[in-house]
């Protein structure tokens, strides 16, 4: 066991460092795309290894980050090398300690002559970078343009984490969003983390980047996470980062086993949606039927036995085709007792719903419309909603039913 970190001079003269690379798998592609290049240090008299973390701690100074990040950069370089003349087509994703990019600086070239150095192609490294630590903006983005006028990809590390600031992403315009694992950990299981996935996935498609998820350790992640647009995965479950060659393992079968899992859970989870969302239509026209012929008065009465009959229903109102709110907003109480009751309540009589997603497709012309699952307003569960037009007799005019379903943590159908 280390028992003494040697000084980090000395570490930084002697390069008693080594380089270790972790796989970034594209499931669609069934192939290794990229490699991390990540830094430990090792004592020279005893053999051991200095983990990153308590490596990097005892750069203490702007002059030693400096010294030792361009260290770490020059041995992953040397290291990469081999297996760039391997293989053309692999990507190094090297890390920068954007604390070091100042005025100073970021007109070294110094990365730019260390990969022509080794006779690797800038198209072939990706910068990866936590902006939040850098404190001179104007460097920071002249740094980033000078390395992709120069062929060379931009990564942003660490999104999603507690520091980053997602203001400077459209700024930076980067080639590649890596999802900090904190946001990937449990993704499948937790709703809330799956949106902000969902977003960050959306924002990159409009941005013209790709989303890589880092830190994924189960089957179950990856697969959620591939269903909602995530192709370039990193972390335990396919690799733990190791030395030269022995960093790109013979994973075919487990990506080959994973990609055909993926294949059947999505086929069975479509037949599973399309079943269920036959049976909610069913019963929401059947609802509709029965509204058709009831008379405003008896409105909340009616609601109300539909609550209690159809398990799944957790809310339920009655609109105008302005989208103003006609009835009582009828919920099924016990799933109420579990809401936060200053945060969500039941819309009342008059509420307007006229910019509501599940209205604006009935008043362009659509006769019923299903949204993806959200937190209701109404109940602070996860619910979607469907609404339905139908035509009221007793009023002769036409009117909307809106039914908020109930549906599972994992954010139901995607």
């Known amino acids: 066991m280390l028992t003494a970190v040697p000084d980090i001079q000395k570490i930084i003269e002697n390069r008693s460092l080594i380089t270790h690379f972790q796989p970034q798998v594209s499931l669609k592609r069934k192939a290794v795309v990229g490699l991390e290049a990540l830094s430990r240090g090792f004592d020279p008299q005893s053999g051991e290894i200095i983990p990153p973390t308590l490596l990097f701690e005892q750069a203490r100074d702007r002059a030693s980050r400096l010294a030792l990040d361009r260290a770490c950069r020059t041995n992953a370089a040397e290291s990469f090398a081999a297996l760039h003349r391997k293989d053309k087509s692999m ?25 022509t ?13 936590i902006e939040s630590r850098c404190e001179d903006m104007g460097a920071l983005m002249a740094f980033v343009n000078f390395y992709r006028k120069n062929d060379f990809l931009i990564a942003l590390d660490d999104v999603g984490a507690g520091f980053s600031n997602l203001d400077r992403i459209p700024l930076l315009k980067p080639d590649v969003i890596k999802l900090d694992r904190t946001l990937i950990s449990g993704v499948d299981k937790h709703f809330h983390k799956l949106e902000v996935v ?7 498609n ?9 830190g994924v350790e189960t089957a179950e992640e990856a697969m959620c996470l591939l269903s909602n647009g995530v192709d370039v995965f990193q972390g335990f479950y396919f690799a733990r980062p190791a030395p030269g060659l022995d960093a790109v393992p013979g994973m075919a079968t487990k990506v080959d086993a ?10 069975q989870q479509i037949a599973d949606d399309k079943r269920l969302y036959s049976s909610y239509d069913l019963t929401v026209l059947t609802m509709c039927q029965e509204l058709a012929e009831t008379l405003i008065k008896d409105m909340g009465r009616v609601l109300s036995h539909f609550v209690e009959i159809y398990d799944s229903v957790e809310c339920l109102y009655v609109l105008d085709m302005r989208g103003n709110q006609i009835s009582d907003t009828v919920c099924d109480p016990v799933r109420l007792k579990t809401s936060k009751r200053f945060l969500y309540e039941p819309a009342e009589v008059g509420a307007d719903h006229s910019l509501k997603e599940y209205f604006l497709p009935i ?14 307003l109404a109940s602070g569960n996860l619910c979607i ?29 995607r």
């Open 258 to 267: 994973l990609a055909e899992r993926h294949r059947e859970n999505r086929t």
């Open 363 to 376: 008043q362009a012309g659509l006769e019923k419309f299903t949204t993806r699952p959200y937190i209701s």
């Open 91 to 115: 990507m190094l994703s090297m890390n920068i300690d954007a604390s070091c990019i100042n005025e100073e600086t970021r007109g070294s070239c110094h990365l730019l002559n260390l990969v």
């Open 198 to 204: 969902r977003s960050f996935v959306q924002m990159s």
């Open 385 to 413: 909603t469907i609404s339905h037009m139908f035509y009221h007799k007793s009023s002769g005019r036409h009117r909307i039913l809106c039914v908020d379903m109930s549906r599972a943590e994992e954010g139901g159908p």
């Open 206 to 214: 409009r941005l013209g980047c790709l989303v890589l998820a880092e």
């Open 117 to 129: 150095r080794c006779g690797i192609s800038p198209s072939n490294v990706i910068i990866e970078i």
